[in-house]
């Protein structure tokens, strides 16, 4: 094997060590990491060696040896004396759901009040914790916690309740069911009313000496702070923490919309107030579980590559409950559109496929009371609403999610090959089939096609099509491949033929002996994509002697294993227009010395353009780069002289410094 899913164990065959595999990250993992995350063992892949080379290295785990959650945990209760309230700044053990749990997805900020994330929480009388709100990454669950995945313990969990004294209810939330109880773990299970997105996570600080002053809050001072744990705050020189809170690992700081992996105990909350008094719809029978899910304390968090488009989801959470058993209809709707940016210009995302999860533990859905539930899935968007009313004796409840999936796709693709052959193509296959299908989900249209699982070469291919493809100088050949995540190939070899087979690109080893190596009959274009998710592979047409060419045929080789393939074709390069757009960042300053840039860019291709930058005649800088200038009040005007453009002009409009008020007697 080589070459990995994301979210994945591996070693390589020589080695015992493991490591948990996320994206293009690997984390090492100790025996005592296996036991702490009850992953299992048997899920460990043994892959090739030197596969793990091109994965980065981050750590697992903050480097001293007590952790966050060791210490935060069964402290003595808070207490009130004449000087005022005094916090351990601990939590409780009662509420705690397991302590050590692994989270990955986006810091954000859940809504407009939400400060840029991470945030110290900090008061007068000290830093209570640093907080991390992180929206969850429902592949990342699915493929730790879910059916099939690396850690399977969380389906015999259960929620304890805050206050403890409740049912306690079961973490699994989706079927099927044994005993009455759902025993799959699913996003629904990470959810609680109060937290429809995501996990909010905190990181308690340990006070070296008491806070506080007479009659206010204080924090008991616990002595020093275990070894290794750092002080990294000017504001409060008695906060320690086990690590950096902003620069975990060493590198730049963490900021909202970065993906991180973040790990610690898993806590529930409540809504702050009476624990007696019903705190909002959800806080009453048949269960109580009415706030939200915590990691509380974190014991690491970490930012790594976020994943591509095409394994990114949207996820839309409901909890929907009437204020009491009678009155009117409560209704919940909204658009699910993706929350993050195609990657070029001339991309867009569309809607791949989506999932709606309902939440089948008790109380959280009232059957009787569910009015309407729909699902209106568009190119751009998924539409969703729920409608419940009260019954007469029971609220109206509904609880669920859905997982929206992407694709990314190029306004600029000539597709050759999408739910059919191109006219005229002649089937062929060498120990392969010709088989198109709809399982696994296709990644566009409604069929794919599968290179059956066999050892050594087997391929298939046509030849003979006269609806030809043809290709341009610049133009890029791409096809889409899924590799089996359980049988992934040693090679994957896309072949093109005009007249002859003489044009080949392969990734992986080099398995297939045909052709020259090194030249357009056998190119070597890197390493195995990622199994297990959709992967655009990219040719440049020259690179495999196509450019200018007509092609008849195309072969889909594989040396071992198993893919399927999809949606394939040739992408041309938004064409240069010759004309610059041209631009002053910022546009306008005040006067006196300024630093501005002035852009040029063709306004084609959106490519940068190099030349100079005149004011008056004289040459000021280069273009695309930052320059200082004394300006007065006008509007300045610079000549942007390129190679093989005309020349352009761009627009700096200064205006005057205030003046100061005058003196008055």
Same mark, same amino acid.
């Given at each position: 094997?080589?070459?990995?899913?994301?979210?994945?164990?591996? +070693?390589?065959?020589?080695?015992?060590?493991?490591?948990?595999?996320?994206?293009? &990250?690997?984390?090492?993992?100790?025996?005592?990491?296996?036991?702490?995350?009850?992953?299992?063992?048997?899920?460990?892949?043994?892959?090739?060696?030197?596969?793990?080379?091109?994965?980065?290295?981050?750590?697992?785990?903050?480097?001293?040896?007590?952790?966050?959650?060791?210490?935060?945990?069964?402290?003595?209760?808070?207490?009130?004396?004449?000087?005022?309230?005094?916090?351990?700044?601990?939590?409780?053990?009662?509420?705690?759901?397991?302590?050590?749990?692994? =989270?990955?997805?986006?810091?954000?900020?859940?809504?407009?009040?939400?400060?840029?994330?991470?945030?110290?929480?900090?008061?007068?009388?000290?830093?209570?914790?640093?907080?991390?709100?992180?929206?969850?990454?429902?592949?990342?669950?699915?493929?730790?916690?879910?059916?099939?995945?690396?850690?399977?313990?969380?389906?015999?969990?259960?929620?304890?309740?805050?206050?403890?004294? @409740?049912?306690?209810?079961?973490?699994?939330?989706?079927?099927?069911? =044994?005993?009455?109880?759902?025993?799959?773990?699913?996003?629904?299970?990470?959810?609680?009313?109060?937290?429809? @997105?995501?996990?909010?996570?905190?990181?308690?600080?340990?006070?070296?000496?008491? &806070?506080?002053?007479?009659?206010? +809050?204080?924090?008991?001072?616990?002595?020093?702070?275990?070894?290794?744990?750092?002080?990294?705050?000017?504001?409060?020189?008695?906060?320690?923490?086990?690590?950096?809170?902003?620069?975990?690992?060493?590198?730049?700081?963490?900021?909202?919309?970065?993906?991180?992996?973040? +790990?610690?105990?898993?806590?529930?909350?409540?809504?702050?107030?009476?624990?007696?008094?019903?705190?909002?719809?959800?806080?009453?029978?048949?269960?109580?579980?009415?706030?939200?899910?915590?990691?509380?304390?974190?014991?690491?968090?970490?930012?790594?590559?976020?994943?591509?488009?095409?394994?990114?989801?949207?996820?839309?959470?409901?909890?929907?409950?009437?204020?009491?058993?009678?009155?009117?209809?409560?209704?919940?709707?909204?658009?699910?559109?993706?929350?993050?940016?195609?990657?070029?210009?001339?991309? +867009?995302?569309?809607?791949?496929?989506?999932?709606?999860?309902?939440?089948?533990?008790?109380?959280?859905?009232?059957?009787?009371?569910?009015?309407?539930?729909?699902?209106? /899935?568009?190119?751009?968007? =998924?539409?969703?609403?729920?409608?419940?009313?009260?019954?007469?004796?029971?609220?109206?409840?509904?609880?669920?999610?859905?997982?929206?999936?992407?694709?990314?796709?190029?306004?600029?693709?000539?597709?050759?090959?999408?739910?059919?052959?191109?006219?005229?193509?002649? @089937?062929?296959?060498?120990?392969? &089939?010709?088989?198109?299908?709809?399982?696994?989900?296709?990644?566009?249209? /409604?069929?794919?096609?599968?290179? $059956?699982?066999?050892?050594?070469?087997?391929?298939?291919?046509?030849?003979?099509?006269?609806?030809?493809?043809?290709?341009?100088d610049d133009d890029v050949l791409f096809a889409y491949v899924l590799l089996d995540p359980d049988a992934p190939p040693d090679e994957v070899m896309l072949q093109w033929r005009t007249t002859e087979w003489l044009h080949r690109a392969y990734w992986?080893?080099?398995?297939?002996?045909?052709?020259?190596?090194?030249?357009?009959?056998?190119?070597?274009?890197?390493?195995?994509?990622?199994?297990?998710?959709?992967?655009?592979?990219?040719?440049? /047409?020259?690179?495999?002697?196509?450019?200018?060419?007509?092609?008849?045929?195309?072969?889909?080789?594989?040396?071992?294993?198993?893919? $399927?393939?999809?949606?394939?074709?040739?992408?041309?390069?938004?064409?240069?227009?010759?004309?610059?757009?041209?631009?002053?960042?910022?546009?306008?300053?005040?006067?006196?010395?300024?630093?501005?840039?002035?852009?040029?860019?063709?306004?084609?291709?959106?490519?940068?353009?190099?030349?100079?930058?005149?004011?008056?005649?004289?040459?000021?800088?280069?273009?695309?780069?930052?320059?200082?200038?004394?300006?007065?009040?006008?509007?300045?005007?610079?000549?942007?002289?390129?190679?093989?453009?005309?020349?352009?002009?761009?627009?700096?409009?200064?205006?005057?410094?205030?003046?100061?008020?005058?003196?008055?007697?």
């Amino acid at each position: 094997m080589m070459t990995l899913p994301s979210v994945s164990l591996a +070693r390589e065959s020589s080695s015992r060590q493991a490591f948990l595999v996320v994206g293009d &990250t690997k984390f090492p993992l100790t025996g005592d990491d296996f036991t702490s995350l009850m992953l299992q063992s048997d899920k460990v892949r043994v892959v090739e060696d030197g596969t793990l080379s091109r994965y980065t290295e981050r750590p697992s785990r903050a480097s001293p040896s007590v952790r966050a959650t060791d210490v935060f945990f069964g402290c003595p209760d808070d207490f009130v004396s004449f000087t005022g309230k005094w916090h351990y700044n601990c939590q409780d053990r009662r509420n705690r759901v397991l302590p050590d749990v692994l =989270v990955a997805g986006w810091l954000w900020q859940p809504s407009g009040e939400t400060p840029p994330q991470p945030f110290v929480n900090e008061y007068w009388h000290g830093i209570e914790d640093i907080h991390y709100e992180v929206r969850y990454d429902s592949v990342f669950l699915e493929r730790m916690y879910g059916p099939g995945g690396l850690c399977s313990y969380l389906s015999v969990v259960s929620y304890p309740g805050n206050p403890a004294d @409740q049912p306690r209810l079961s973490f699994a939330a989706g079927p099927p069911f =044994v005993a009455g109880r759902p025993t799959t773990v699913t996003l629904d299970s990470w959810i609680l009313p109060g937290n429809l @997105q995501g996990i909010h996570g905190e990181m308690n600080s340990w006070h070296v000496h008491n &806070t506080g002053g007479l009659f206010t +809050r204080h924090f008991v001072g616990r002595g020093p702070a275990p070894d290794g744990w750092v002080n990294p705050f000017s504001g409060d020189t008695g906060a320690y923490f086990p690590f950096h809170p902003f620069h975990p690992d060493g590198r730049g700081p963490l900021r909202t919309g970065d993906y991180v992996l973040m +790990r610690g105990a898993l806590w529930e909350d409540r809504w702050h107030g009476d624990p007696a008094a019903v705190l909002d719809p959800w806080d009453t029978p048949p269960t109580r579980h009415h706030a939200w899910l915590e990691m509380h304390p974190v014991d690491w968090i970490v930012k790594i590559r976020e994943p591509g488009p095409n394994l990114r989801t949207t996820t839309a959470c409901c909890a929907l409950c009437t204020p009491s058993t009678t009155g009117d209809q409560a209704d919940w709707g909204m658009s699910v559109r993706p929350d993050f940016a195609p990657s070029s210009s001339t991309r +867009r995302i569309e809607v791949r496929g989506v999932r709606r999860l309902e939440d089948r533990r008790n109380g959280m859905i009232n059957p009787a009371g569910v009015r309407a539930v729909t699902t209106q /899935a568009h190119p751009d968007r =998924v539409d969703v609403a729920v409608s419940v009313a009260p019954t007469g004796n029971e609220q109206g409840r509904y609880k669920g999610s859905w997982i929206v999936e992407w694709r990314e796709l190029d306004s600029r693709d000539r597709i050759w090959i999408d739910d059919r052959l191109p006219a005229g193509a002649q @089937q062929y296959t060498d120990t392969d &089939t010709w088989l198109w299908t709809a399982e696994p989900a296709p990644f566009h249209g /409604a069929l794919l096609h599968r290179s $059956v699982r066999a050892d050594g070469m087997h391929q298939h291919y046509f030849l003979g099509a006269t609806e030809r493809l043809r290709v341009a100088d610049d133009d890029v050949l791409f096809a889409y491949v899924l590799l089996d995540p359980d049988a992934p190939p040693d090679e994957v070899m896309l072949q093109w033929r005009t007249t002859e087979w003489l044009h080949r690109a392969y990734w992986g080893a080099d398995r297939l002996p045909w052709g020259t190596p090194g030249t357009a009959e056998r190119r070597h274009l890197g390493a195995l994509p990622p199994s297990g998710e959709w992967v655009r592979l990219e040719v440049p /047409a020259q690179a495999v002697g196509l450019g200018g060419a007509e092609i008849n045929g195309m072969a889909f080789t594989l040396s071992g294993g198993a893919a $399927v393939w999809d949606y394939a074709g040739a992408w041309s390069p938004v064409p240069k227009s010759g004309v610059l757009r041209t631009s002053v960042r910022p546009a306008s300053v005040r006067e006196g010395e300024r630093s501005v840039t002035v852009l040029a860019h063709d306004s084609g291709d959106g490519s940068p353009v190099a030349g100079r930058v005149l004011l008056e005649g004289t040459d000021v800088a280069a273009t695309n780069t930052r320059f200082t200038g004394v300006y007065d009040p006008d509007v300045h005007t610079f000549t942007i002289v390129c190679p093989n453009y005309p020349q352009a002009t761009a627009e700096l409009r200064v205006s005057a410094l205030p003046k100061p008020p005058p003196d008055r007697a």
